[in-house]
């Protein structure tokens, strides 16, 4: 009896045991929250989402490190690097920058490492794009290839940015499930493959003015050539856009009257637009990261109305630059023999008078100086903006400042440091100009190249792109005079101009007009590289610009070697597969 | 390990020793006795004399004497009395005999709980160490963690004086990359957190260590279980009032050596002076503070920038700020006037402040055979030292049983928590503590007009002033509740079974709120102003179900338990943001009141746990013992492949001193050896998602203004994590052994435990490589470590004269960590970049110890240019290179890097500059009472530790960022006349050889010992009380952190808070601080 009873408990127990145990497979069975898989993203809806989502790595935030290490505009390794601008600041703020600005950085600077995963990112969601695109069964072809070639422009966008950076590369695409691959292709010509399948399959209208359509992938595909030196199938590219070209919105392209509308939030995806990224200010998300938050150091500093951080100083090399002859052309060999007068070493509160001799007008929209309009912020006022005049000179960034008359609409103080919704250009139709230019002066039409570079030189100086004094210095928001803020003389190339008269000196020419008219935007590092003049260049630079200041001591640029960024060492250590890397480090790092 | 070698060489020397055994032939005769017990020695009247294996007994008369016939020199006397531990005592050739007997409830046979059941602690095989909450109890600190510090050996405690800063908690070292913490169990409910319970409702508190006792928790045994049993009430009613009243006081000393205004302006033209020397010119002095003399003057005002007095521009008349500005158009028109404080701010001064604490509890409880009962209720309330910092909690607890038959018992033990604690960030570079060395002391507090003064201008660094960031806070708030605990029913059944099930578990709500005010005062100011809330709320229930058999067969004594466990948690949290408020009046600032964007984020989570378990207990004798158990778990965050988990262990004990051959070791009381080995599990790190492939929409990465508005953004998506279906259990194997001795009398208790454990299928989530996007790497189980230590308890009881008894117990807790494996084609990971811009300070690498800091080796300046020329001509022809440098930057007057022989610098010279796991670590209990006084002293050290002062960053060298500087660099530091200097040459260039790269010049010896807490209490004794009623009167006086002895320079050495990915890094500690305590407990 008695033991029949403890069969029977511990059999009941055992059987309530058991059963649990079976239940316990749904209670075990969570469902996945806040998340979606790849099957609810494959319709048309899903992809064109996955589309909006690789556009908005466009911004190459959110992969770690500072904003500004990777941020879109490249100006610390197209701008700091080439000798367009200081790092500035001072000398203990973010010292990697020094070590990139003075061509000495080696490949465990963390700042590559941020870049290369920024670029990287965003092809990953084009490749997700392009393999969902395959699943979803609700899509048109035509759709289908529309949104595709988005993704392959995009795609080629990211490729492009890391060939010019590190040149040997690792190439993935949407099959690809090994992530541990070899850089030892040359992906050139993937891509022109994903650039040339853009063209062929989008429209003159995009669906949306941020969207991109065939022109833009046209542009691209051209520049590609162009640093492929591809110059004659670059040509007829470069001439389609000139002759049938339209921005996004279906706008013919074509320079703005006003230089500024290109910086300037309230002109933004104008005709002059090619492929921009889309900045936004205050839009909720209770950061900046939308909003340029990789230019956010680059605002005057002391005391300033902008809090961050006096980085991205115009250099006194770049500055004279902008010096003009009595013909309205620039000094293209000698412009460091007079130096456009500065006030390094001179208080905000002695007396300065500017520089009266002949500038470009593009000088005073891109380098904030002593004494001129800083856009409707008041005059520049000198040092007590600048955080460290000896460590990095007396200039102030212009370009990616907004102003102060829609600050409330286009910046955004909700961080540490401003954000802003200056839309980055990657191309604009300038650039295409001079781009063009050049490839026809490399196959010797000269002639064609000086009309490009005039179109350029003719906006620097039309009446809409001069800078003017206020009407009242005291209060810059009560508008511009119509009294020249200096003497601004800028005028085309005449008719047989001598400089035109050879492909060495056109060539001369139009670099020289690069600098001038895309200075700070992040490309002169990248043009100096593959015009081979970088090593020449960059000496003459630093030597002319260390008198100045003292941050630039000891910079080189070393051929064969500085050419290209090194691959991150954080890449060649994930690479590594019984410990021998994938990847293969750049020459001479 | 010195300490581990010395045990191994000892131990057999032990074991020898006990193997001698005598034996005589001997006749019978009678033999005569005293029996006294208790700490009082009284004579234990009508105790038990029985000759061992006879029949022949007698008692103790009413003096505690005896008198027994029939013994031999081999007879062997059983003495045993009701309360009193069984006392056998060898007769040899005395005829008089006297035995003491040791009370029951203090010692061997107190019953521990255990997992999922009890044991008598002389049964134990596995090692779980017993904490003495009383003595833990004396520690004036609101958490049980707290105050567990230093009291159990293989506890590695690490607290922080930031009121309400959890204490970071390990159990015998590391055992994962991840989360460390150790699991709960309070009254038989698993818990993550016990930060809410009022350590005075603790009645015991176990440590289950090793396999052998944890592992029957299976997936959540590997970082250790504590158990944790609250007060139940017993006998008549009893009303007890414990209570404290002190305050604290803040270090007097400002321990950062920084520079007077004076002394800050001297320095900048120091670094003028060599930074023009380098490239031989002469520095020029011009400087909109301190002007452009050959030495620098102070200024009147800083603001204006530079200006004297009578100066135009600082006409107060001119001045124009309003604080709570709200657009930027005001903010543009500011002017701003504030006069420099020459004689200098002491911003340490200024934040910190003596701060009263207070602690009150009332208990109220009873029991019979009917039932018992227990209510308390607790206040804490504990202001911080730096401003605006407190904790708060208010706490009620009911336990009650009701024995409703002889044989069914039902109960609960229920607690309710709120804590009021709006937590600050501390040990980063912007945290108060931090801006009090980094703001520069020319600054003042205020401006001419009483608002704050800062940084603004952009000559004094970006540093804010802490006073105004924490005043801003002042209404902040950060407020949590639970409600915790569990109801039961347990039935005795066929005379050997009882069978027990409980539900229990956790409801809980967190909410917050803070304001970001706009501030005006600093070089770098935000001008939104925004406000947010949080909530979160979530639930845990668990439900266990066991049966325990017990049963003696003859000297086979036998405990099997089974059960089922049944565990389900879910969690929700939102969080919203408005900007641009019309008032910032925390009464009127609300989510709709606000103007501006609005934000808003949630997330939920939710895991199930299904677990079958058992265990047997068998001893034969009380003398050979062993211990099986098996666990068998589910868990809904593994995919379906690796769903379960079984985790095994056994343990076996051999209490030596029960054998008949050590039976005349006299003044060896108890001896038990054991060991154990087993598997642990764990599956914290891994999140709930972790086995799906994901896509996610985010609003700050993957939306985007496609449509170009300037203001909006539209949805997008990306693929948010990589998952891995295949994850399964982390397993820890692991092995102790120990022994547990306790000799005369109790005058020598020791516990000692040495372990090697080694964790393999650890979840890692491998770094992937760039060229796989951003999306969150998955949870592999690839990595292996091993941790091995030696855990030691000592303790003496003894009384010198009468009326003079002394305590002394102290713990030693060591480890030794050594990562095997972390991933394939990865052989370390880093953290902790701070201002090194992405070389990290910490290294995880195969080989070595978790959290290991790495960097170059300085070993020395390069004192003259001909060094510098040597060692390039060097590194020339190392690399065959006629360009290579030997060290980036070098440069007379810095650092000089360990080339590791190779004859170059380069990132492979970078090597292991210490670690902050401590050697050891080690507490000391002292007790002493005599008569009406008692005295109690509790000493805490930690030994071989090292910090990363990177507080040194910002203070020892010019460049980095202008701010706060320390005597070291402008007296100490490299010049051509002193090379024998501590801190490279003061110039304006930030350098790979001076602070641009994490090196040895921050790793500091940590080591300290401190006296923890120090209590002399003194309780009445007077018949007037007792005719009041009253049990307990005593008073007592406090000394909390009254010392402490370090090397180190920072503020602590006790480096708490942090998460475990930082812990060692310095950047501006909340420390320990003073406490003063006068306390009272009284008891009716």
Known sequence: ?589 | MQVTRLVCRVLPTLCMLLFLSFAFAQTKRSVSGKVVGGTDKKPVAGATVQIKGTRTATSTDGEGTFTIQGVDDKSVLVISYVGFQTYEIPVGSTSNISAELKPMDALMSELVVVGYTSQRKKDLTGAVTVVNVADMNKQPAPTITDQLQGQAAGVTITTSGSPGEPPRFRIRGFNTFGDNSPLFVVDGVPTGNINDINPNDIASMQILKDAGAASIYGARASNGVVILTTKRGKGKAKISYDGYYGTQNPNSKNPYELLNPQEQADLKWLALKNTAARTNEQPVYADALYGNGATPRLPDYILPLGKMEGDPAVDPSLYYVVPNYGDLATYNKFYRITKANKSGTDWMDEIFDPAPIQSHNINVSGGNDQGNYLFSASYFDQKGTLLETYNKRFTLRSNSQYNIRKNIRIGENLSYSIIDNPRITILDEGNAVSMAYRQQPIVPVYDIMGNYAGTFGGQLGQATNPVAARQRTASNKGFGNRLFGNAYAEVDFLKNFTFRTSFGGEYYAFSGRWFNYPTYENAENGNANSYSENSGTGYEWTWTNTVTYTKSFGDHNVKILAGTEAINSNNQYLEGNTTDYFSFDPDYTTWESGSGTATHRSSRSSVALYSLFGRVDYNYKGKYLAGFTLRRDGSSKFGPENKYGVFPAGSLGWRVSDENFMKGLTWLDDLKLRGSYGIMGNQLNLSPNSQFTTYRSDRNSTFYDINGTSNSLLMGFRQGAYGNPNAKWESDAAFNIGFDATIKNRLFEISADYYVKQVYDMLFNPTLPGTAGAAAPPYVNVAEMRTSGLDITVGSHFDVAKDWQFDITGTFTSFNNEILKIAEGQDYFTSQSRRFNGQDIIRNEEGHEMSSYYGYKIVGFWNTQAEIDAANELARKTTGSATAVYQTDAAVGRFRYDDKGAGIVTPDSRQFLGSPNPDFSYGLNLGVAYKAFDLSAFFYGVSGVEIWNQVRWWTDFYPSFAGGKSKTAMYNSWTPENHNAKAPIVENAASFSTNSTPNSYYVEDGSYLRLKNLQIGYTLNHKALDKAGISRLRFYVQAANLFTITKYTGLDPEIGGGDSGSFGVDEGAYPAIKQFLFGLNLSF
């Open chain 1, 1 to 589: 009896m008695k033991k029949a009873r403890y069969i029977i408990t511990l059999s009941l127990f055992s059987l309530a045991s058991i059963g649990l145990d079976s239940c316990s497979k749904n209670f075990l069975d969570k469902p996945l929250l806040g998340n979606l898989t790849e099957d609810v993203l494959a319709t048309e809806k899903g992809v064109t989402t996955l589309l909006i989502g690789t556009y908005a790595a466009l911004d190459g935030q959110n992969v770690g490190g500072g904003t500004w290490e990777s941020s879109p505009t490249n100006w610390i390794y197209g701008s700091v690097a080439a000798g367009d601008a200081h790092k500035g600041s001072d000398a203990g703020d973010q010292p990697p920058i020094n070590l990139i600005a003075t061509g000495k950085s080696d490949p465990t600077n963390g700042f590559f490492n941020a870049k290369w995963r920024a670029n990287y990112e965003g092809i990953s969601r084009a490749n997700a794009v392009l393999r969902v695109a395959e699943k979803a069964t609700d899509m048109s072809p035509e759709t289908k290839a529309k949104l595709t070639a988005e993704a392959r422009f995009l795609r080629g966008h990211f490729y492009f940015d890391l060939k010019k950076m590190f040149n040997m590369v690792p190439w993935i695409d949407e099959t690809t499930t090994e992530f541990k691959q070899p850089n030892t292709e040359d992906i050139w010509p993937k891509i022109e493959a994903d650039f040339q399948y853009a063209y062929d399959n989008l429209g003159d209208n995009a669906p949306a003015i941020g969207r991109v359509n065939k022109w833009a992938a046209a542009a691209y595909l051209g520049k590609t050539l162009l640093f492929e030196k591809k110059f004659g199938e670059a040509i007829p590219v470069f001439t389609a856009i000139v002759a049938n070209g339209k921005n996004s919105a279906g706008v013919k392209y074509g320079l703005t009257d006003r230089f500024e509308d290109n910086f300037d939030p309230a002109n933004k995806n104008n005709k002059e637009t090619v492929f921009a990224v889309q900045m936004v200010a205050k839009a909720g998300t209770g950061d900046i990261s939308s909003g340029n938050a990789g230019e956010m150091l680059n605002f005057p500093y002391g005391d300033s109305p902008f809090g961050c951080c006096g980085f991205y100083q115009p250099t006194v090399d770049l500055v004279n630059s902008y010096r003009t002859d009595a013909d309205g052309l620039p000094f293209l060999d000698t412009y460091n023999s007079e130096v456009v007068k500065h006030d390094q070493g001179v208080e905000s509160s002695t007396a300065f008078t500017t520089y009266t001799g002949r500038l470009d007008p593009r000088l005073d929209w891109t380098a904030g100086r002593r004494g001129i309009p800083y856009k409707d912020w008041g005059n520049h006022p000198g040092k007590k903006w600048i955080r460290d005049q000896n460590f990095a000179g007396p200039y102030a960034p212009k370009k990616n400042v907004y102003w102060q008359v829609t600050q409330d609409k286009f910046s955004d103080r909700i961080s540490w440091a401003p954000g802003s919704a200056i839309n980055i250009h990657v191309i604009r139709y300038a650039d295409v100009l001079l781009m063009a230019a050049e490839a026809e002066a490399q196959a010797g039409s000269l002639a064609t190249a000086m009309g490009y570079v005039n179109q350029v030189r003719e906006r620097a100086g039309k009446p809409e792109s001069m800078v003017y004094k206020y009407n009242d210095d005291t209060d810059p928001l009560a508008g511009f005079s119509t009294d020249l803020a200096a003497n601004y003389v800028v005028e085309p190339y005449p008719a047989g101009s001598a400089v035109f008269a050879s492909k060495e000196s056109a060539l001369k020419a139009i670099y020289f007009e690069r600098k001038l008219e895309l200075a700070m935007e992040g490309h002169r590092y990248f043009d100096l590289v593959r015009w081979g003049i970088a090593p020449t260049e960059m000496a003459k630079f630093f030597t002319y610009e260390s008198q100045w200041t003292s941050d630039i001591d000891g910079g080189t640029f070393t051929a064969n070697k500085n050419e290209y960024y090194p691959i991150p060492q954080a890449q060649m250590d994930l690479s590594s597969t019984g410990g021998v890397p994938t990847l293969t480090q750049n020459q001479g790092y």
